[in-house]
């Protein structure tokens, strides 16, 4: 298993900037092209498609975006609908809302949509995503896990769409208190990494599978894979979880990681 990175993707821990400095958002249009970006914004998660549709796209547009469509997929059907690539033949960035990771995957895994996006992925347009679209990011994703002490029968988890392997996401990291269950995820499978990612933060991931943390909180980076100790597979429903050691990497604006070699890029 490796971690697996083909393009350029920009992992949003929810609740960015939008009317300030808007630095996460801004780093996204220049990311795409700047003054020549073409932007798709997905609202597949939300079930407010109108209205946060419409906020991606003046914001977008006020940040400089040439050009900006908003997509709403609300069923399968259109996203196996015939012609659907068209929509995205001149798209240098894709943005996905928050929401609900669930309605992303379940309504675009395995259509002619969600093959659309993994080759614009690999032809290197980038592909971001806030809060819920953080959570798809990763091939196995946290849909549900109650805040504080790391419980196994707290967490669910589902496949994600994914763009990075080994990787586990959580977002709206420190400001809901999430390192429990992020540390629930990494005990089914030590090997994967667990990176919570605070709100108004980002990564930005290129296809060295390195990222740079981008905005005003913070990125925790959670290794678990030289840990000796574990009581997962022995835990009873609601028993605490025991693993150790766990390495912890906790950056910045500015401050990068490495996903191959497992360290900090400073």
């Given at each position: 298993?490796t971690e697996?990175v083909?393009g350029?993707?920009?992992i949003?821990?929810?609740?960015?900037?939008?009317?300030g400095?808007?630095?996460?958002?801004?780093?996204?249009?220049?990311?795409?092209?700047?003054?020549?970006?073409r932007?798709?914004?997905?609202?597949?998660?939300?079930?407010?498609?109108?209205?946060?549709?419409?906020?991606?796209?003046?914001?977008?547009?006020?940040l400089?975006a040439?050009?900006?469509?908003?997509?709403?997929v609300s069923d399968?059907?259109?996203?196996?609908?015939?012609?659907?690539?068209?929509?995205?033949?001149?798209?240098?960035?894709?943005?996905f809302t928050?929401?609900d990771?669930?309605?992303?995957?379940?309504?675009?895994g395995?259509t002619?949509?969600?093959?659309?996006?993994?080759?614009?992925?690999?032809r290197?347009?980038?592909?971001?995503g806030?809060?819920?679209?953080a959570?798809?990011?990763?091939?196995?994703?946290?849909?549900?896990?109650?805040?504080?002490t790391?419980?196994?029968?707290?967490?669910?988890?589902?496949?994600g769409?994914?763009?990075?392997?080994?990787v586990?996401?959580?977002?709206?990291?420190?400001?809901?208190?999430r390192?429990?269950?992020?540390?629930?995820?990494?005990?089914?499978?030590p090997?994967?990494l667990?990176?919570?990612?605070?709100?108004d933060?980002a990564i930005l991931?290129?296809?060295d599978?390195?990222?740079?943390?981008?905005?005003?909180?913070?990125?925790?980076?959670?290794?678990a894979?030289?840990?000796?100790?574990t009581?997962?597979?022995?835990?009873?429903?609601?028993?605490?979880?025991?693993?150790?050691?766990v390495?912890?990497?906790?950056?910045?604006?500015?401050?990068?990681?490495?996903l191959?070699r497992?360290?900090?890029?400073?």
């Open positions: 298993m697996h083909e350029k993707l920009l949003i821990g929810g609740a960015e900037d939008k009317k400095e808007c630095r996460v958002l801004k780093r996204f249009v220049q990311e795409a092209g700047g003054k020549e970006s932007i798709t914004v997905l609202t597949a998660a939300t079930e407010l498609p109108l209205q946060v549709g419409n906020e991606y796209h003046s914001l977008f547009l006020k400089g040439q050009e900006v469509q908003v997509l709403d399968r059907l259109q996203a196996n609908r015939i012609g659907i690539g068209k929509e995205f033949e001149n798209s240098t960035g894709v943005f928050g929401g990771q669930l309605r992303i995957t379940g309504l675009l395995g002619i949509l969600g093959s659309t996006l993994q080759r614009l992925y690999e290197g347009v980038i592909i971001a806030t809060s819920a679209g959570s798809v990011m990763s091939d196995t994703m946290i849909v549900g896990g109650e805040a504080g790391a419980k196994k029968s707290s967490l669910t988890m589902a496949p769409l994914g763009f990075l392997r080994a586990v996401i959580d977002q709206h990291f420190a400001q809901r208190g390192i429990g269950r992020l540390l629930s995820a990494i005990s089914h499978n090997y994967v667990g990176v919570g990612i605070d709100e933060t991931v290129q296809a599978a390195k990222f740079l943390v981008v905005g005003s909180n913070t990125v925790t980076v959670v290794d894979s030289s840990s000796t100790t009581n997962v597979s022995e835990t009873d429903q609601g028993q605490s979880l025991v693993l150790s050691p390495l912890m990497h906790v950056l910045s604006d500015g401050y990068g990681f490495d191959k497992r360290e900090s890029l400073l």
